[in-house]
């Protein structure tokens, strides 16, 4: 699979020198021009899907979209997402979304992704499943050659029964990939706790991950992991905001 590179939106002829936020918008924005009056929306977690989600309510409130539905990844879109009027409604009464958009913490060539940084991987990786298009909005620090290449966290969200036992089996996995393997913790050095009740293993990487799905399926398999990071296949597009400008990666 060779992804293609569409350039559309180009460099000013001054370049201006944006900030992370700046870029993050801009992919932001770029991604809500694929919206339409009358969707489900799969809305996601992290400070990129924060400005989709600002941008959305901005269009609601001056009437430019309208009949929208958001399906929440987390209870802080939720939350924001309320604050600003946007509809909202479950994967249980909408299991069919029109479209998701959400960040990422790592996109490959491929346009596989790692997710969760944020802490929300199970609630986005059910929502976007269920999303007919999915696009990834990020800013051009997220881009990986391999997963698990960034030297950042990979996350697994597992059960608090005998999460160190599930740690030591998580990176026990990884071994010959130099893996470390973290229980996450919260500003005040207690586990942090998932929207679902659970905890979080963050693995470190020192070679990037050569076989995502054979991962993927390895981590899956044992008892007591509810999800992983590793989201394959699902993007539709990428729209990744840079230095050159915005460009959208499809397959
Ligand atoms: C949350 C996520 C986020 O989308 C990911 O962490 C990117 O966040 P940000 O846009 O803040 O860099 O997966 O679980």
Partial sequence: RTPTYKPFSVKSQAAPVLSQDELKKLAA????????????????????????????????????LSNIIGIPTSKRTQEQAASLNIPLSTLDSHPHIDLAIDGADEVDPNLDLVKGRGGALLREKMVEAASSSFIVVADDSKLVSGLGGSGLAMPVEV???????????????????????????????????????????????????????????EISALEGVVEHGLFLGMATSVIIAGKTGVEVMTK
């Fill in 159 to 217: 059960v608090q029964f005998c999460w160190k036992y599930n740690l030591v089996r998580l990176q026990g996995l990884f071994k010959e990939l130099g893996c470390e393997a973290n229980l996450r913790l919260d500003g005040s050095e207690k586990p942090y706790v998932t929207d679902n009740g659970n905890y979080i293993v963050d693995l470190y990487f020192q070679n990037p991950i050569k076989d995502g799905f054979g991962a993927g399926k």
């Fill in 29 to 64: 924005d770029k991604a809500v021009e694929s919206v339409k009056s009358g969707m489900i929306l799969g809305l996601g977690t992290g400070s990129t899907a924060a400005f989709v989600v600002d941008k959305l309510g901005q269009l609601l409130s001056t009437g430019q």
